[in-house]
């Protein structure tokens, strides 16, 4: 079974738009990243933020998701969606080292460079590339001469300033006599009143005044306590759970058949509906979750599965 790179591209720009990212056996991995709003090189523009497609050269695994992604998208099995896969990766890496640019359809190029590759993005390859912004032009700005003041008008704009000032500094004197006799009162009140005349309880007091029943044997505290309103509940803790992904589908009954396959080997199976998407995995504890399970999935399924903690 064979399949040129074009028709592949849409799948794959239709896969990196919602998984950001995509492991090619041997290349390395497509990564969808957001870039910040920058200058141009003549720094005459302001570029607006962008989606941008670069290459990491550090990873060269298996993309199970996207062989689940093809063969739901193909209407093709599993197995053939494996084949085509890295067969596909492995045209690549040949082409990219015997010639040092190759084309993927619709997204960009390959370049190879000695020992490095680089991936250079088509204009406007993603859906909203640039957010729907525009690039904004600059301009530099024209220096105003300010007009000339006649005498006589300069020195008015002085006289009304000296004005101004001396009414402003009044002003600031008058409010600081205001809160100094105001500090006055207040200090003549708590220090030369009859002190007869003031009816200081404490809280304590008060309470017990109140309650006027055996005051000497009721626990009082100092300390606030407010009371439960009734009909409130404290959220319960939420405990997260793990299950490492098997399948993502499109078609229910391709869901079905590997979750009864599942089913089958005795294991524990989580399902959920994500988007257009029907997923299937194995519920494990978070913290069981170590290589070993990774393998052991792997090895019952031949599927690469991935972790989710929901």
Known sequence: MSI???????????????????????????????????????????????SALELESSHSTSDGNFINFLSNKMDIALEDAQVIYKKWCAELSFDLETKGKVALGGLGKFIKRGNQSTFEMEDAALAGNTFGLPALKLSRLTPVTPPVVAKIEEDLVVKSLRIKDKSDRNFLLNTAAVAALFMLLVFSYHYYWPS????????????????????????????????????????????????????SFSRKSNADEIQEKAITAGYEVFTEEYHEFYRVGISMPCNEIQGAAFREVEEAFGIDPWLLIH
């Open 196 to 247: 007869e005349k003031v009816n200081h309880l404490s809280h304590l007091k008060v309470d017990q005044e109140r309650l006027n029943k055996d005051p000497e044997k009721l626990l009082v505290s100092e300390k606030f306590i407010p009371e439960l309103i009734p009909g409130i509940v404290e959220p319960e803790e939420h405990v997260a759970s793990c299950a490492l992904i098997i399948g």
């Open 4 to 50: 040129d790179r074009l028709e592949l591209g849409p799948n794959i720009r239709n896969y990196i738009e919602l998984n950001n990212s995509l492991d090619l056996v041997g290349i390395g991995r497509l990564v969808k990243r957001n870039k910040s709003t920058v200058l141009n090189k003549e720094s005459n523009f302001i570029l607006p933020s962008a």
